[in-house]
Structures are given as C-alpha cells and as structure tokens.
C-alpha cells in the first residue's frame, strides 16, 4: 500500500511540474519527498523546521493534496515532515552558510510602484547603486507580503549587475539563525563568522524575529558591528518598527536606525490591480479583467497573496479543464481567501 501511495506522490509531483509555475515547482515540490502514510493522511517529508513551515502556510499545500488525490484515486490530506538525516545520501560538510538565492523575478523593472510605495524604492535603487555611500543601514518597515523581500532582490540583482565579484549575503533571519545554530553545533562557528566578515552587502529579511533570541541577538550584534565598521552595506526589513519589538537588545535596535528608515503602506486597489496584471501575464495566464478587478477590489493586501491567487487559479484551471471566469474565480478561491469582504463596491461597477 505505501509503494502505491509512493507512486501515487511521483504521479501528482508529475502532474504539478504541468500545472504549476517552473520557479513555484523547483521552490515548493523539488524538495519534497514522500515518507508515508495512514489511512487518508499522507506524510511528506522536507530539510528542515524552515522548510516545514513554509509549506503549511502556502497554496501549493492545497494543490499537492487535490493532485495526490486525483493519482491515488481517493480523498487525502497532507501533512509534513522533518526528513530524517539518514535519507540523506551524504551528511552535509558545512564549510560555508546555505544562504538564499535572489529571486530571478524580483528585480526593480517589475516593481509596480504606487504612492504607498515610492519612497522605499526610491532608497532600495539610491542603495543598489551606491553600497555603503548613501544609507547603511536601510530600513525597510512594511507589513506582510508589501514587497520588502522584492525590494532586497532588487537591490542584490542591480549590486550584483554593477560588480559581479561582490559576496552577497542575503536570507531571512530565521534562515541566518538556522546556519547560525548548524554551524554552533558542529563546533564550526569559527567558520561562520569567518565567512561573515567576507560579505559586503548583508540583507536580512524579518529582523523582527530576531526578538527575544538573547544568545542569537548578541552574535549579530558583532557580525553588524564589524560590517558597519568596514563601510559594508547593510540592509534589513522588519513587520513593525523596531522601537515596537519586545526584548530587542536596545543596542540593536538604536544601530538598525543609524541610516534611514522608510516604510511601505497597503496598495490602494489601482496598484493591486497593476500589479495582479503583471503577475498574470509574467506567468502567461489568461486572467480577464473583471477577475482581477474582483480580487483588487477585496481586502487583500499581502502581494504574496496576491501572486498565489494568480498561480493557483492557473493551475486549477488546468487541472479543471476550465477558463478563468468570474464564478470560477469565486468558487476557487472561496476556501483560503476573503475576498469578498469589500467587494460590494466592484457589484455595483460590475456590468
């Protein structure tokens, strides 16, 4: 039964690499690996406590079980797994951090830029082109899914462009911590901070978390330090500002607002709608104007949201065999997002 169910996982990953977006696929399926199941529970497993809550707060984990269903030939649900050291073929070496890759589709020339966000990307493209001379560190304040992280892509893509022998540093916090924390217990920290003081531009996403991590919070507390000392650009981005965040060693929080601070507002719905356009047609699928009317006129401000409202109507259109209309868009959507909540402005415009 766990062979049939194993190749039932093969069968759905398949049928995801037709459906789903290439960057979504090698990001959230390529990782995953099948490790069992009971009953109509399937367990999957993935790298690490990182990984595992990436996937339980994204859209592909709906997906992968609706695909698992279709090649099983029943109902499942999916839950995750830390995988087991021995599933890997070798254990890895750590000589240098695993730190993230910068996105190929981040970059300032699809930043779709509105009033509640110009003066961010204004200070991003300033820092892109000037390291260190103009604002180190900068200080990107925004809520969730507002473009921070699209920003410090940004910023590394244009960094890298200009000089392309510059050592780039750029993940989340909780990422850093992970490596920070690999490398502590195999006595290799010496490595780690090594490594560190190679870098020239650090970007670190959600600094917010650092809260309350005494131990973690002193190490950066150095690693900033010796940075800053050697004119290295840094840039960090947070939920809250960092005055707001509680057990945030005030050492740290004065130093992350010795350069500049600037913020991002919620987009109003003429630049939610600009930028679901784009998203539709980077991803070449046809999403008519009154859907994503629909989804702009909602009160959805997470562009990370936004993106996967896109993706996932793509790919159950695909697995469907349905277009993209307005009723489709309600019906699946209407288990994960609210998107009604503020839509009885669009009623009335509607035609």
């Not at 490790?35 to 399937?42: A, G, K, P, Q």
């Not at 509105?114 to 809520?143: D, E």
């Not at 600094?207 to 005494?214: A, D, R, V």
């Not at 630049?271 to 999403?287: A, N, P, Y």
Request: proline letters at 4%.
């Amino acid at each position: 039964m766990s062979k049939r169910m194993s190749q039932a996982w093969l069968q759905a990953a398949k049928l995801l690499e037709k459906v789903l977006p290439e960057d979504d696929f090698d990001t959230w399926i390529t990782p995953v690996h099948f490790s069992h199941h009971e009953n109509s529970i399937v367990y999957l497993s993935v790298p690490d406590e990182y990984v595992r809550w990436c996937m339980e707060n994204h859209y592909v984990k709906t997906l992968m079980a609706a695909a698992l269903s279709k090649t099983s030939g029943h109902t499942v649900t999916v839950n995750y797994i830390i995988r087991d050291a021995d599933e890997w073929p070798a254990t890895r070496a750590i000589c240098k951090p695993e730190f993230s890759t910068l996105n190929p589709k981040y970059t300032f020339d699809n930043f779709v830029q509105g009033s509640n966000n110009q003066a961010a990307c204004n200070a991003a493209m300033s820092v892109a082109n000037n390291l260190a001379a103009t604002y180190s560190p900068l200080h990107i304040c925004a809520g969730p899914g507002l473009g921070k992280s699209h920003l410090l892509n940004a910023i590394g893509h244009v960094a890298h462009s200009n000089m392309p022998d510059i050592s780039i540093c750029y993940c989340s916090i909780e990422r850093f911590m992970c490596e920070m924390v690999n490398h502590l217990r195999q006595k290799k920290m010496d490595l780690f901070r090594k490594y560190m003081q190679t870098v020239d531009v650090l970007m670190i996403d959600d600094i917010q978390f650092l809260s309350g991590k005494t131990g973690m919070q002193e190490e950066f507390f150095y690693i900033f330090n010796e940075l800053y000392e050697a004119h290295k650009q840094i840039v960090i981005t947070s939920d809250i500002l960092t005055q707001k965040c509680q057990d945030l060693d005030e050492r740290l929080r004065s130093r992350f607002e010795w350069g500049l601070v600037v913020d991002i507002q919620p987009p109003d719905k003429e630049t939610k709608f600009g930028i679901l356009r784009q998203v539709s047609e980077v991803r070449k699928i046809q999403v008519p104007d009154e859907v994503l009317q629909f989804i702009a006129a909602s009160n959805t401000n997470d562009i990370r949201i936004l993106e996967e409202i896109i993706a996932r109507l793509g790919a159950c259109s695909n697995l469907q065999g349905h277009p993209i209309t307005l009723d489709m868009a309600r019906e699946n959507l209407k288990d994960r997002y609210e998107l009604e909540a503020s839509n009885e402005q669009f009623k009335q415009q509607s035609p």
